[in-house]
């Protein structure tokens, strides 16, 4: 009888109908949150301009202190807001930055251990055309940036400097942005990798060469220069067997995480 009650059970567990997911109701701090949102893009609010105070959001929006504050909190971390305590505080509008993407994309690249290769690959198929387009696109200025960073008397040539004013020297906003949060990925990983002093200064001639083929505006020659600048990473990345590996060495990762929270 026993085993026959357990195989009934088993059995109607097999076929259980399918239920949708349960709806979740929106918080009343995430609706908060969304209005200030849309508020600071309806009135073009720029980073520094005051915000209504936490008991003014009180009294206008009939939330408990509490909501307000949870709504506040949670803005904040988004890098939306900036919270000064103190009679002398206030809240004024911020812009999330770069920063805050790319340490997300980070976390979650050691979190689900995405291979080395996977960096790699997107690499290789984004910069050249991230190069190409800075050819196209870079203000003088800018190429002068890039002429100056990738100079033989900066020791911070090879550095991932280059290739942040490169993607900003694109003129489009999606490579920036997403470039940006690729690049803090690559500079944590070179940093934890120790990657020889010879291999930074074979990436500052590298850094050299695409830097002068923008100057001359040649598009296609500065794509290729950046594709053999990133398969020469990826080979030395190769010989030591990491390409299969976790784009972060994990427990590097861990050690520099509790190191930032002290500084
Ligand atoms: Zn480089």
Redesign the pocket.
């Known amino acids: 009888m026993v085993k026959k009650a357990t195989q009934t059970k088993e059995k109607s567990a097999e076929v259980a109908p399918y239920l949708p997911e349960k709806k979740r109701l929106p918080k009343a701090s995430d609706l908060l949150g969304n209005e200030i949102r849309a508020m600071i893009l309806e009135q073009g609010l720029l980073p520094g301009a005051a915000l209504p105070s936490e008991s003014e959001l009180i009294d206008s929006h009939q939330y408990s202190r509490g909501t307000v504050r949870e709504a506040l909190r949670l803005l904040e971390a988004e890098g939306y807001i900036s919270v000064q305590r103190g009679p002398k505080g206030g809240i004024t509008v911020r812009y999330p930055t770069v920063d805050l993407v790319s340490k997300s994309l980070a976390t979650m690249l050691t979190i689900d251990l995405s291979p080395l290769s996977d960096l790699f690959d997107f690499r290789k198929l984004i910069e050249p055309a991230a190069a190409e387009l800075a050819a196209k696109n870079a203000t003088d200025e800018q190429v002068e940036q890039l002429l100056a960073i990738s100079d033989y008397s900066i020791p911070e040539r ?1 550095s ?1 400097t ?2 942040n004013v490169l993607s900003e020297s694109t003129g489009n906003e999606m490579f920036r942005v997403i470039l940006a949060a690729v690049n803090r990925v690559v500079e944590w990983q070179t940093s934890l990798e120790g990657v020889p002093e010879r291999e930074v200064m074979h ?1 500052g001639d ?2 050299a060469a695409i830097a002068k083929a923008i100057s001359l505006r040649q598009g296609s020659r500065a794509s290729t220069l950046m594709l053999q ?1 990133i398969q020469s ?1 990826e080979k030395i990345m190769a010989e030591r067997g990491r390409l299969s590996e976790a784009t972060l060495p994990r427990e590097l990762w861990i050690a520099q995480l509790r190191r930032s929270v002290h500084s």
């Open positions: 090879g991932i280059f290739h990436a590298a850094h600048h990473y």
